[in-house]
């Protein structure tokens, strides 16, 4: 990549850690007018901005305040975003209901995941964040959803997954619908272990999974 787009990255990541939305938000524009894909600002500024937020948290050196003013300026800097990631052909490739579980607040990653899941042709309801079981029940009972996203972004929540797959069962609708799981402590072990039918481990792999189980026979 020529040295100019690469500093724009630089930029778009100094101002997410820095906790500037409005730095943020016009990164995100002169690097987009420069032509720079919306995939790359997010795999090479966004993510890596929130990862460095996560060990300065880790070392100490931010806090909860730093780490929700740093989500707030990604958000600004998302709102442009978004729409590019979900441009995609509406082929009604299915209906994927999609939140972060109970207890957790952490929408950014699930964000993503949504919008690359209607990029890629899917109808979301997207149930934003610390959903309870039976709002997931619903979506499948209600709305008729064919698949289930289930999103978590902290080790104690994760449990909450495991709730959300029961109270499907007990309500008789797991038959009916796939589940997938993902966040950064989710892994495939743990998706065998509670009856999930697919692991993601990122947004774009989210998608072709949900292609795959639309696929597969119910
Ligand atoms: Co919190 N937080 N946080 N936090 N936070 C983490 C997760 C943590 C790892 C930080 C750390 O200690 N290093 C740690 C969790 C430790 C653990 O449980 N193992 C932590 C903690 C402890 C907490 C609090 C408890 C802090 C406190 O209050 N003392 C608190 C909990 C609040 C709650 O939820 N009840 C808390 C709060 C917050 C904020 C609100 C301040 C803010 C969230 C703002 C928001 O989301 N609106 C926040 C943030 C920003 C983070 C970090 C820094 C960044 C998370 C993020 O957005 N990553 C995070 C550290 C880190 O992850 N490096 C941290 C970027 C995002 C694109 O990645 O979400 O992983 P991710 O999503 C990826 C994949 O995981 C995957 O695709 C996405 C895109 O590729 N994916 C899926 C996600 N969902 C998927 C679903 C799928 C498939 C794939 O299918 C359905």
Do not use: C, W
């Amino acid at each position: 990549m020529p040295d100019a787009p690469r500093s724009m990255l630089g930029e778009l990541r100094q101002a997410v850690l820095d906790g500037n939305a409005k730095e943020a938000a016009a990164a995100t524009e002169r690097a987009l007018a420069a032509g720079v894909p919306a995939g790359t600002l997010v795999d090479e500024a966004l993510i890596p901005a929130m990862d460095e937020a996560g060990r300065l948290f880790e070392s100490g050196e931010f806090f909860v305040p730093e780490l929700l003013v740093a989500a707030r300026a990604l958000k600004a800097s998302q709102a442009f975003l978004t729409p590019l990631l979900a441009g995609g052909p509406a082929m009604a490739r299915g209906r994927i209901a999609i939140g972060t579980v109970k207890g957790d607040m952490h929408d950014i990653g699930k964000n993503l995941v949504v919008a690359l899941l209607q990029g890629g042709g899917f109808e979301v309801i997207d149930l934003g964040a610390d959903v309870p079981p039976e709002r997931f029940v619903a979506a499948v009972a209600d709305d008729r959803a064919d698949i289930v996203g289930l999103s978590a972004l902290l080790t104690t929540t994760m449990l909450q997954m495991t709730t959300t797959v029961r109270a499907l069962e007990a309500a008789g609708v797991r038959g009916s619908v796939k589940v997938i799981v993902g966040g950064a402590p989710v892994t495939q072990r743990f998706a065998d272990e509670i009856g999930a039918d697919g692991y993601a481990d990122n947004a774009a792999a989210a998608v072709v999974l949900a292609r795959r189980l639309m696929d597969a026979p119910a």
